[in-house]
């Protein structure tokens, strides 16, 4: 059976080797996520803790039944109201107004607030810096000292990162039909995508918003434009992505070890991919120059400490031609 394509890449030019192979495949059109952990699951971060609170009989549950039967109603922390809250106490700190809830909720996204939106990109590099960014800082390794892995994948890693990726295109026909056959503009056209915007709010004239869509996004935001941001918005079905049976072959997961990923996280530096280009900000800017501060005096340390057990060589071996030569002269 058809399943999520899994792969493992253990450097910087594996990943790009395999991406440019899948973007090929997918005619340029792929989108990318990045997971620091392989575990998460494409799942909006308003619908992570959400809970059931009532059966399929709308009777309420006392927290020990065992769910099986599908109709359990949910709880959980409220986009609707959170967007309303947002809206009214944030336009004081815009320099313009959002035209419709679609930009509320864009900006909210890349504003830490939970929305039923799931941040995608164009750019494999942006993806690849937040799947790398999070791994625990401990010393990276030398390449050639990393272990070489064998065995089959597990999707559900732990002991990696990941980026996924998607051709959106393909995954809104699989599931909306020719209807929706390519990226949706849906804040362009507010009125007809409303739905999407409160999905919950459903009333009998609206069209059945369930399933998830693949969107596009006015680049309101310098985060939205430097991310290359695209997203997902979820309808009223609360799984994620790649719990939808007809969604997961369209889905790549590219795995990366943990002691991979920190070397990797590295180079990303080297080729500008940094706090500051993904968050454009003057904090973003500061904390930039503060890691390359802490990164120069690394490598000032360890080449103080080359040179020191340099010049100990150098010590050593000038006493040892002294007592040969010390020794000569001893025997003339």
């Not at 058809?2 to 450097?11: C, E, P, R």
């Not at 065992?66 to 947002?86: C, H, K, Q, V």
């Not at 849906?186 to 709010?201: E, G, I, K, L, Q």
């Not at 070890?257 to 990797?264: G, K, L, N, T």
């Amino acid at each position: 059976m058809d399943d999520i394509k899994l792969i493992k890449v253990t450097s910087l030019g594996e990943y790009v080797t395999e991406v440019s192979k899948l973007n090929a495949a997918e005619e340029d059109s792929a989108w990318f996520r990045g997971h620091s952990s392989a575990t998460h699951l494409l799942v909006p971060s308003v619908l992570r803790d959400i809970v059931p609170y009532m059966n399929q009989y709308f009777e309420k549950l006392r927290g020990t039944e065992y769910l099986m039967a599908s109709g359990y109603s949910l709880t959980g922390i409220n986009p609707e109201r959170m967007l309303a809250d947002f809206k009214r106490k944030a336009l004081p700190f815009l320099d313009y107004a959002p035209k419709n809830d679609f930009e509320w909720l864009f900006l909210m996204q890349h504003h830490g607030v939970p929305t039923r939106l799931l941040d995608w990109t164009t750019n494999a590099l942006v993806a690849l810096y937040f799947a790398v960014t999070s791994v625990p800082s401990l010393k990276a390794p030398d390449l050639e000292d990393l272990p070489k892995e064998t065995g089959s994948l597990n999707e559900l890693d732990e002991n990696s990162v990941a980026v996924i990726a998607m051709n959106p295109n393909k995954v809104n026909q699989t599931i909306h039909g020719d209807e929706i056959d390519e990226v949706v503009d849906v804040a362009s056209d507010f009125d007809y995508w409303r739905p999407y915007s409160a999905p919950m709010s459903l009333r009998p004239t609206d069209y059945d918003t369930n399933f998830p869509i693949c969107i596009s996004a006015p680049q309101i935001s310098p985060r939205i434009r430097a991310q290359s941001g695209l997203f997902t918005i979820h309808g009223r079905d609360v799984r994620g992505l790649d719990h939808f049976t007809v969604i997961r072959p369209l889905l790549t997961k590219i795995l990366i070890p943990y002691e991979h990923a920190r070397v990797i996280r590295k180079e990303l530096r080297q080729f500008g991919i940094t706090e500051s280009f993904i968050y454009p900000s003057l904090e973003s800017v500061s904390r930039d120059v503060l890691a390359d501060e802490i990164l120069r005096h690394s490598w000032d340390e360890k080449r103080y400490h080359r040179e020191l057990d340099s010049e100990e060589s150098i010590k050593a071996a000038s006493k040892t031609v002294v007592k040969r030569k010390v020794r000569k002269a001893a025997k003339k």
